[in-house]
């Protein structure tokens, strides 16, 4: 029988240290920073004209109820788009997809821009969006592949997730300084010059990335999900300014569940469908997205609330209001920094739940907000939120993106990014337009700060059970 005995001695018996974590190297540094810069400028362009639109409007000849289009020429291309582009990129080339999105995004900011009537505008605006469906799929999708599982990709996903936060807020406050000393016109050649910066660097360093496969582009399914997801967004965006009341956004909103429903259909019978239903059938996958979608919405809606109630109600100025959100800003920086540690030790699940946890409590501490004071709560409670809303977008993406193949990596982040941009255009027509329509601001924000507290706990409590792990 054999006995452990001791070892000769001068044989070194010491455990070897444990191997130092992989390091970004300089061409992965590059690499992050095109894809990174890429979701920056994306981000950007939902809020930096928001401030902008009443002089917009008035040197373009827009019309008050016109100037919704201008977000919603947008938002319609962008969230509608993005899961064919999603498809098309893995099929056919993730970089070639993401290059063209590049390009098409600086032409049409150049023709924003330049825009000499409101159609020239709005159409700029609209290849804008569809820039965007292509930009920020792929460069999730190409970011997912360079970066293997891991801390390598816990970082890349951290700093990819602050700058699209933080791209949403650092708009609001360059919007209104832009707008201010340089014209509106400044805001969206602000973006111009992102693309510039970012398209030429972009071919030599980042790696052509598709499935090996070649299976047949889901057609059916391409045009009912754009054509849902176009219709749902146009409904909810039209209802923002004007109510449900309407017959147009009844019947659009009824054609967008309808042809979502349809969407579903067409995939359980598709050899190679568009969105695997065994992926959503996934429980990382439908409850990681499910929180995602409910901390972008809910936190959009309490920037936009917070926006009115700061200058509405307090009086403040626009550059006050920007201090405000540039502390959330700073604060969604930091977040960023420390999520991945966190994710680390903890896990993405339950970094996912607790901040949700803690964006639905420090929400609801809003509602100490007072009609005369209210600036240092606001302050804090809309940073603290803000690191916990970042927290939970790292955290989302990773509990989605995690143990899915290569292959489908096109899949899972077209979800992923759907998910976040579905998240910014119908968060604030659901509820911010409570703050506006009953002619009490201030109690118009104390409701939406109520609802948006209570789905986003509700949320949690939702997502904190589906991601139970089975015993």
């Known amino acids: 029988m054999a006995t452990l005995t001791s070892p000769p001695t001068g044989t070194d018996t010491e455990a070897a240290p444990p191997a130092a974590p992989p390091a970004l190297t300089g061409r992965t540094r590059l690499i992050l920073f095109v894809l990174c810069a890429a979701q920056f400028m994306v981000a950007l362009d ?3 004209l928001n401030v902008a639109l009443p002089v917009l409007g008035a040197d373009l000849g827009l019309g008050q109820s016109a100037l919704q289009w201008a977000v919603t020429a947008f938002a319609l291309p962008s969230g509608g788009f993005l899961l064919l582009f999603g498809r098309v990129g893995d099929l056919y080339g993730r970089k070639k997809l993401f290059l063209a999105g590049l390009a098409l995004f600086g032409l049409a900011s150049l023709l924003a ?27 999730m999708s190409l970011l997912t592949t360079t970066f293997p599982e891991g801390p390598l990709r816990d970082r890349a996903l951290g700093i990819s997730g602050t700058l699209l ?6 708009g609001m406050v360059l919007g209104g300084v832009m707008t201010d000393t340089l014209g509106w016109r400044s805001t969206m050649g602000l973006l111009a010059l992102f693309a510039v910066i970012v398209l030429p660097l972009a071919p030599g360093l980042l790696p052509e990335s598709r499935t090996p496969e070649r ?45 979502l429903a349809v969407f579903v259909r067409v995939e359980s019978r598709h050899a190679a469908p568009l969105v695997s239903l065994p992926m959503l059938r996934r429980r990382t996958v439908a409850f990681g997205n499910l ?12 920037v936009f609330v917070l926006t009115l109630y700061l200058q509405e109600t307090l009086d403040l100025s626009a550059f006050a209001t920007g201090l405000v959100f540039g502390v959330q800003g700073v604060m969604s920086v930091v977040a960023g920094m420390l999520a991945p540690k966190v994710i680390g030790r903890i896990g993405a699940r339950v970094t996912l739940v607790g901040s ?8 609801a501490a809003l509602l100490g907000l007072g009609e005369d004071s209210g600036v240092v709560l606001a302050t804090v409670a809309v940073s603290l939120a803000s690191m916990c809303h970042l927290g939970a977008i790292i955290a989302y993406g990773l509990t989605v993106t995690s143990g899915v193949p290569d292959e489908e990596q096109g899949l899972a982040t077209g979800l992923v990014t759907t998910t976040q941009q579905v998240g ?3 968060g604030i027509p659901l509820l911010g337009v409570l703050a506006t329509t009953g002619g009490d601001l201030f109690g118009g924000v104390r409701t939406v700060l109520v609802l948006d507290a209570a789905i986003v706990l509700g949320t949690a409590v939702l997502v904190g059970l589906g991601l139970r792990r089975r015993s």
């Open 46 to 48: 939902f809020s930096v």
């Open 113 to 139: 821009t330049f825009a000499w009537n409101p159609a020239a505008f709005l159409a700029g605006r609209a290849l804008q969006g569809l820039g965007a469906a292509a930009i920020v799929p792929t460069g």
């Open 165 to 170: 936060s933080l791209g949403f807020t650092v």
């Open 215 to 259: 299976p047949r582009l889901d057609v059916p399914g391409a045009v009912t999900v754009t054509g849902g997801l176009l219709a749902l967004i146009y409904a909810l965006s039209t209802a923002a300014e004007r109510g449900f009341g309407g017959t147009d956004v009844r019947v659009t909103l009824v054609a967008g569940i309808a042809l």
């Open 291 to 302: 929180g995602g979608l409910i901390t972008f919405s809910m936190m959009s809606t309490v």
């Open 356 to 363: 949700l946890v803690g964006q639905g409590v420090l929400t």
């Open 424 to 426: 910014l255009t119908v």
